[in-house]
């Protein structure tokens, strides 16, 4: 799997809608395999083009079931879909119970669908740190529509916003009045806001306190005013599902939106300006601890902030300075 | 940055077989032992559960077993496992189920067999000395 030639023709297999080379590749980059950089670096030129929604809210809100009225719809109207869905790694084992696929099995038949589940492996943010080029790796299988799953996002993971071109996120009734709906984070990022369980009591409440956040909060004018729509994803009738057809409209209409108004430009360069500053940070950080590991420096910088001769501020710029001027020659041409 | 490959391991129950918890317990298991587990959960077909096995990418699908369908079952999983050229993945299988069917379920093709009363260690070192060797 490592030489230039096997990831080539990975990429062509992944460019013809492989799914098991797509699904061998997303691991890679998952593990940050050496030869993530190379692949990824292939498969760029030919991502770029589906419409990314994202779908963020609390833990059990319906995000899951949401999702697979979505791609039901989607592909009803000829679209080939695929969702990446990220759940929560264990701070302690590091291990992951993924448990989204369980809600989106009406589609286990459907070759039009791919559907991958992502451990966040203790990236804060709400996704995982290789969701951007996992995204990238479902694009280029030529994927018109991408739906990615925040893990139970709270009030500040907001990551998807960098990702995603329309951020939907789901609240219930119940999740707190009107001031909870002013603060800043979650609430904010959303281009839409789904009420979903809205025949649950408070439902009346919840809307009209959504609502009169909305009211307060400034729009410039030709900006998009986020649409509240209420859902009820599950119910033991089918016909009291409520909702779908609204929030599908919704999403459509903020799609148009996003090209009309040329926002998209704004979205997809934030897009790629986010995953310049991640792969940097990394890099730098790598290259750093490279120069360091085997010398002992990096205990005995540690030993010295805890003697108190010194603190962490001094010892990265001491590091930093060091480094930078001899970091080319470390680098070496070598990644990873 | 990352040192050591994650495993991932799909977790399911095949056919109407409503017993569940056996699955959850191994599922709460394997997370603890630092493995990514993708759980499916019940009444999935042979096909739904290799498609999944594709998509996710994993190197474990271990299927859980109550209700006498285990040779029913296991050639229908082990043939939509080569349809797919997954040679590489591992298939265990756990539950409860007649010790005689257990060298049975293995001519099948099931990798290694855990039945009720198994304990916990085994399984998990079976499983760390085992995916390396067929990936």
Redesign the interface.
């Known amino acids: 799997m490592k030489s230039e030639k096997t990831i080539n023709g990975m990429i062509l297999k992944i460019l013809s809608g492989d799914r098991r080379m797509a699904a061998r590749l997303i691991t890679l980059v998952e593990d940050e395999a050496e030869e993530n950089h190379e692949a990824m670096k292939q498969i760029y030129p030919y991502t770029g083009k589906a419409a990314i929604i994202g779908i963020t809210g609390s833990a059990g809100s319906g995000k899951s079931c949401l999702i697979d009225h979505l791609i039901r719809k989607f592909r009803q109207q000829g679209k080939t879909v695929g969702v990446v869905v990220v759940d929560p790694s264990s701070p302690f084992s590091g291990g992951a119970f993924l448990g989204d696929r369980i809600r989106l099995q009406s589609h286990s038949s459907d070759d039009g669908v791919y559907i991958r589940s992502m451990a966040s492996r203790g990236y804060l943010g709400g996704l995982a740190r290789a969701t951007h080029d996992v995204i990238r790796i479902i694009e280029a299988m030529g994927r018109d529509i991408v739906i990615v799953e925040t893990l139970g996002a709270g009030q500040d993971e907001i990551d998807v916003i960098h990702i995603a071109q329309t951020c939907v996120l789901v609240t219930t009734p119940g999740m707190g009045d009107e001031i909870q709906a002013l603060k800043a984070g979650l609430m904010e990022i959303a281009d839409i806001i789904v009420l979903n369980k809205a025949d649950l009591d408070g439902a009346n409440t919840c809307i009209k306190n959504l609502q009169a956040s909305l009211s307060v909060t400034s729009f410039k004018e030709g900006e998009w005013v986020p649409q509240v729509i209420l859902t009820v994803a599950v119910a033991s009738k089918p016909e009291d599902i409520q909702g779908i057809d609204e929030l599908v409209a919704g999403i459509l209409k903020h799609q148009e939106y996003l090209h009309t108004s040329s926002a998209i430009e704004r979205v997809r360069f934030e897009r790629v300006e986010q995953e310049l500053g991640l792969i940097f940070k990394d890099e730098l950080q790598k290259i750093i601890f490279k120069g360091l590991k085997g010398t002992g420096k990096k205990k005995k910088y540690i030993k010295s902030i805890l003697e108190g001769k010194g603190d962490p501020y001094s010892v990265v710029e001491e590091i930093l300075s060091s480094c930078l001027i001899t970091g080319g020659e470390k680098r070496n041409g070598k990644t990873g | 940055?990352?040192k050591e490959?994650?495993i991932?391991i799909l977790i399911t129950k095949v056919g109407l077989d409503g017993h569940d918890r056996g699955a959850k317990v191994v599922?709460?298991l394997?997370?603890?032992?630092?493995?990514?587990?993708?759980?499916?959960?019940m009444y999935?077909?042979p096909?739904?559960i290799i498609?999944?096995a594709?998509?996710?990418?994993v190197d474990v699908i271990g299927v859980s077993y109550l209700s006498g369908e285990h040779l029913i079952f296991t050639p229908k999983i082990v043939e939509e496992m080569k349809k797919?050229?997954l040679d590489d993945v591992l298939l265990i299988a756990g539950g409860t189920f007649p010790v005689e069917d257990i060298p049975v379920m293995k001519e099948m093709g099931i990798d290694e067999v855990f039945g009720a009363g198994s304990l916990t260690e085994p399984i998990i070192q079976y499983i760390h000395e085992h995916v390396r060797e067929k990936r």
């Open positions: 940055m990352d490959r994650k991932k599922s709460s394997f997370k603890e032992a630092g493995m990514e587990v993708i759980y499916l959960g999935q077909t096909e739904a498609k999944a594709v998509d996710e990418d797919n050229n």
